[in-house]
T-cell receptor, first 115, second 111 residues
Framework: DAGVTQSPTHLIKTRGQHVTLRCSPI?????VSWYQQVLGQGPQFIFQYYEKEERGRGNFPDRFSARQFPNYSSELNVNALLLGDSALYLCASSAAGFEAKNIQYFGAGTRLSVL | KQEVTQIPAALSVPEGENLVLNCSFTDSAIYNLQWFRQDPGKGLTSLLLIQSSQREQTSGRLNASLDKSSGRSTLYIAASQPGDSATYLC??????????FGPGTRLSVLP
């Protein structure tokens, strides 16, 4: 079975541009979460979607937005890119939103570099 | 607001040693706690998840414990191997909240 897949693997953009990152969850998983990981730090929570509805939002500016599609895949959009947005963006999927036994499974991430 | 810390930040041990990684969290009302492994430049691999009702979980040479009252979790690695070299992250989830990650412990196991 395929795990969590993310595309693209690497991306180079310049300041002010827009970027879209994509994530396909494990088959049967309905919850997708996005995280930003800056070099040397733990991942920071950005968004969670469950059944196509936003269920959580971290402390990120409105330049960051996301959505989940009927097939449970998800997109993360970042507008007006800043140098500080350079990071590894991770997507995680889980079977359901809130049960304590739900394990989050992560994709390999998208490495975004903003020049 | 949940905050998670991990000690030590880095650890270097000779092959074969048993070792303990520590994770502390400030909000004891957690839902569950998950330990991950991350290889350089890669995504996270789930190692163990402990639900709030559990005290420990074991998988192979790994054992994770949870003490909510003291706000601590430990990951015990038995008979360490060079292939265990990676960054180990813990993440705590409070009720109605999403995972909050610690900064990680970078482990080097020397042959």
């Amino acid at each position: 079975d395929a795990g969590v897949t993310q595309s693209p693997t690497h991306l180079i953009k310049t300041r002010g541009q827009h970027v879209t990152l994509r994530c396909s969850p494990i088959s049967g998983h309905k919850s997708v979460s996005w995280y930003q990981q800056v070099l040397g730090q733990g991942p920071q929570f950005i968004f969670q979607y469950y059944e196509k509805e936003e269920r959580g939002r971290g402390n990120f500016p409105d330049r960051f937005s996301a959505r989940q599609f009927p097939n449970y895949s998800s997109e993360l959009n970042v507008n007006a890119l800043l140098l500080g947005d350079s990071a590894l963006y991770l997507c995680a999927s889980s079977a359901a939103g809130f049960e304590a036994k739900n394990i989050q499974y992560f994709g390999a991430g998208t490495r975004l570099s903003v020049l | 607001k949940q905050e998670v810390t991990q000690i030590p930040a880095a650890l270097s041990v000779p092959e074969g040693e048993n070792l303990v990684l520590n994770c502390s969290f400030t909000d004891s009302a957690i839902y569950n706690l998950q330990w991950f492994r991350q290889d350089p430049g890669k995504g996270l691999t789930s190692l163990l998840l402990i639900q709030s009702s559990q005290r420990e979980q074991t998988s192979g040479r790994l054992n994770a414990s949870l003490d909510k009252s003291s706000g601590r979790s430990t990951l015990y690695i038995a008979a360490s191997q060079p292939g265990d070299s990676a960054t180990y992250l813990c993440a705590a989830r409070s009720y109605g909240q999403n995972f909050v990650f610690g900064p990680g412990t970078r482990l080097s196991v020397l042959p």
